[in-house]
């Protein structure tokens, strides 16, 4: 049997589906998954030893091409090629996990016989489903409705945690640069102070004052985390600390953040992707 799953972003969002990539390999043990995902998360996908193949879209950077290029031949062979990737095994089972028009687009050019989706679905991504949307209750979380399709299709018992794989090289990485600041095995505690969205921000002042408390009245090391983009809020918030902590944003890739996770006792963090990626990994949040 050959499936395959459309979750194309945000990070938290493939975060969320991972649990039911694991039901649906304990399914379907013998089955051949393949997952199209886009490029910003495609990361915490490859290696994961449940898929056989990771196919990546490259939309939005194809799309910043097209609109500064005065030639376009190679951004439409690039696209030419992504759809012969896509078209190039017969699926069994399409599964559209992020029902909006991208996903539902891609689902509709896959060559696959079955292609199934879930309630809600927005911009017209149900009209590429060969079968009614499937039910799901949007008063539970995420992971709970990805499950409700595995129950669908026939994976039944809860999916595992989630977790997110890396290697052996990412955790030496991270270890590394620990060592390097000489913080081994004690109590670790992450902040990962920004957000997509103005409206899930918090004051950087009072990051500032947090994380100089849980150093001084806790004990433990403080290390921030981000995308490359986050440096210059963070150094403005450590730079209201008389003794900066270790400042992680952008010098990590997603899998050496997940192990980061791991040695840390928790993450205080904005409603943003590596929240998900710690709860995965299980650190507290």
Not at 158 to 180: H, K, M, N, Q, T
Not at 209 to 230: K, P, Y
Request: charged share 25%; aromatic share 6%.
């Amino acid at each position: 049997m050959n499936i395959l799953i459309v979750k194309l972003s945000a990070i938290g969002d493939v975060v969320h589906a991972l649990p039911f990539l694991e039901a649906l390999r304990k399914g379907f043990p013998g089955a051949r998954i393949d997952w199209v995902v886009e490029e910003d998360s495609s990361q915490i996908l490859f290696g994961h030893p449940a898929l056989n193949r990771v196919i990546v879209s490259r939309r939005k950077s194809l799309q910043r091409r097209l609109r500064k290029t005065t030639k376009p031949i190679s951004v439409i062979r690039d696209i030419y090629h992504f759809l012969n990737e896509l078209r190039s095994s017969h699926y069994d089972l399409v599964i559209d996990l992020q029902g909006l028009l991208k996903s539902g687009v891609l689902v509709g050019l896959s060559n696959g016989k079955r292609k199934i989706g879930i309630s809600g679905s927005r911009e017209g991504a149900g009209c590429f489903l060969s079968e009614r949307p499937i039910p799901v209750d949007y008063g539970q979380h995420a992971i709970d409705r990805y499950l409700r399709v595995a129950e669908y299709i026939g994976c039944h018992g809860a999916g595992g945690r989630g977790c997110i794989p890396y290697s052996e090289s990412d955790r030496e990485s991270v270890d590394a640069v620990l060592d390097r600041h000489e913080i081994q095995h004690g109590p670790l505690v992450a902040i990962n102070p920004m957000a997509k969205w103005p409206t899930k921000l918090w004051e950087s002042e009072r990051f500032a004052v947090l994380a100089r408390r849980i150093r001084d009245e806790l004990g433990c090391e403080v290390v921030f985390t981000g995308s490359n983009s986050d440096r210059a809020v963070i150094r403005s918030i450590m730079g209201m600390m008389s003794s900066p902590p270790l400042n992680l944003a952008g010098q990590t890739s997603l899998k050496e953040l997940a192990y980061l996770y791991t040695r840390c006792k928790l993450l205080v963090t904005t409603d943003t992707g590596p929240m998900h990626m710690a709860a995965a990994m299980g650190c507290r949040v």
